[in-house]
Each structure stands twice: as C-alpha cells, then as structure tokens.
C-alpha cells in the first residue's frame, strides 16, 4: 500500500523562529489534508490541499503531487503552535495518515 | 451549532465486555468514518461509510463493529474479540467522494 513519510518526527522551536514539515507519500494521491493535533488530541483542519500553494495567516502549504511530497511552512512560530502535525492523503475514499512532526515551541 | 460530537469523552471498561462508542454530525455530510490513535503515533482506519446502509472495512477492522443506519450516526462496537483496544477512536466525517474530513474530539477507552 502507499507509504506516507513525514519529516522531521521531532521539532523544537524558540518562539518567533520559522519551520518547514514535509510529508512525501509513496504514490500517486487524490487529495491531501494538513492537520495539527492539540494537547487535548483536537485535529483541527489547517489545509486541503491537492496540489498548489495556499496560505492561512502564519502558516502556508504547498502540494507538489507529481513530484509526490507536500510542505507544511510555520513562520514566527508561537507556543500555541505546539501539538503534533499530520498529514494525511487520499487514495480511493480512504485516508492514510502519516506518523506526524511533534513540535515544541519554547517560550 | 454544526459539528461532529463524540461521547463518552472518557470510557472504562472491564476486560471481555463489548462496548459502543457514539459518533453524530448534523453537517450532511454522507461519509463518516472511525480512526484508532495509539499513544504517539498517527491515525489508522477502522471502517468506513460512504453512505446509509453500507460500510466498508478500514485497514484495521477485526474486533470492531459498525452500523450506519442514519446518516447523521455511525456508532462503533469495540467487541471482546478485539486484542487491545484501549486506545483514542476518533471519528470523522465529510462529503461523499473522498472529500475533506473533519474530525470529533475523540473518546479514550480504556480497559481494565
């Protein structure tokens, strides 16, 4: 089945400085989602995202699906960014998650 | 207010009990599905709706049950077949054709 890699696993920031997540998925997809899971396990929908560019006030995504790899961009990171983010892609109805980047972000 | 609830937040059960845990949205959306979160890692499909009257089994489907008869309601039973189920189930729902998903805040089982 198709294999969904997310890189770093692991993330520590200092407020205010920037980051980039990637997630590289094994074959070709349908859609694909961001999401960023709280401390409470909330996942709170950041972007659909097929293909293209969008932004959403600090945070940004770009889906490249022919070259099969996505990016995550977080600038002037804050605390409130801390959790665990997640993409997941879409192949025939079904969602397949990839194992996440864990951020901290320090005070 | 629209949105996917879950309930019980929190639930204990004994070993070799069957337990169901509830899933309601009031967005129409005509695909629901279940997730199983194991501590630090991501997200596994449990079974799978695309419509009233039918599902489908995810990737990780034995020792768990579903039914979908209304289309607000996809209700999961973690049976005593189920080798481990303590874990967070979350579920999730969307647009038919494999559209964005929208998640509820979850249900942690645990048993004893």
């Known amino acids: 089945g198709i294999q969904v890699e997310q890189s770093p696993p692991d993330l520590i920031l200092q407020e205010g400085a920037n980051s980039t997540l990637r997630c590289n998925f094994s074959d070709s997809v349908n859609n694909l989602q961001w999401f960023h899971q709280n401390p409470w396990g909330q996942l709170i929908n950041l972007f659909y995202?097929?293909?293209g560019t969008k932004q959403n006030g600090r945070l940004s995504a770009t889906t490249v699906a022919t070259e099969r790899y996505s990016l995550l961009y977080i600038s002037s990171s804050q605390t409130t960014d801390s959790g665990v983010y997640f993409c997941a892609v879409l192949r025939t109805y079904k969602y397949i998650f990839g194992t996440g980047t864990r951020l901290k972000v320090l005070a | 207010d629209g949105g996917i609830t879950q309930s019980p937040k929190y639930l204990f059960r004994k070993e070799g009990q069957n337990v169901t845990l509830s899933c309601e949205q009031n967005l129409n959306h005509d695909a629901m599905y279940w997730y199983r979160q194991d501590p630090g890692q991501g997200l596994r499909l449990i079974y799978y709706?695309?419509?009233?009257?039918?599902?489908q089994k995810g990737d990780i489907a034995e020792g768990y049950s579903v039914s979908r008869e209304k289309k607000e309601s996809f209700p999961l039973t973690v049976t005593s077949a189920q080798k481990n189920p303590t874990a967070f189930y979350l579920c999730?729902?969307?647009?038919?054709?494999?559209?964005?998903?929208?998640f509820g805040p979850g249900t942690r089982l645990t048993v004893l």
């Open positions: 709706s695309q419509i009233v009257n039918d599902f």
């Open positions: 999730a729902s969307g647009l038919a054709g494999g559209n964005e998903q929208f």
């Open positions: 995202i097929p293909s």
